[in-house]
């Protein structure tokens, strides 16, 4: 279905209460996770809005959980301990209205030597906004008439 | 997104982010009892505290019991392995069926008692 770049507004998701178990910034996996979630959403044919006047869709949400896990422990026990974790929440409103909610829970627990948990992390920051992008799409074919 | 009471100016905790607090404050090694008396604190209805902090600790236990059952299943495998071909010509030591199995036992034990 061809969303005819229908105009959408991605607010950055909410850090305020975000859970984070991380000893570096992880604000660059966030940043990360709201680029790809805007790219992607543009490939599946909306166009972001960059006027004052509002959008039709909005999309908002939170950023639940940011855990790096432990590198030990992924070397050791890789699918059981020690994976890294990104949690997102949101919802999309459509003309205002609320359509429907969102939730990507994205995990981690091999890589080389255990993996570097930023690089994991990034990885399901990725993973977790095309998984949101899904949704959204879902969201926006059932609210079509 | 259901977002749950709280007292003060913060945005209110949404039922993901409450869950997700209490399993940090829980992991940490803080008891049950101060965690509710925390979330409670914040403005949290206290039954409503008492159970989700019940819920989240018994899937806590049950994920920690997991890995106990797995890796120690995997250990013990590794040392009946070993001792049965010990004697033969082929046998060696399976160390790293032995070790992994015995970090996640160590591990999830650790864990286990740490959660009142």
Redesign the interface.
Known sequence: MDFERRPFRLQAFSTANTVVKAKFDTSEIINLFHETLNSQLEKKGLAQHKGESGAQIIIRGNVVSVDEGNRWLRYFLTFLGGKTVFEVEGEVLVNGVPAGELHSVKKSGIGVFGGNSQGLLKNNARAAAKDITGQVIQVLRKSQP | ?SFESQKGN??P??H??LL??I??KLNEGIDSQSVILDITAKGFDPAKAQNVVKEVLNSQRKKYW??FG??GGFGLFGLIVTLATLESESGYIWYGAI??GL??VI?SLTKLVKLR
Request: charged letters at 20%; aromatic letters at 10%.
């Open positions: 997104m913060a945005p905790l949404t993901r982010q997700a607090y399993e940090k997991k890995i797995i890796s070790l992994c970090i996640g591990y």
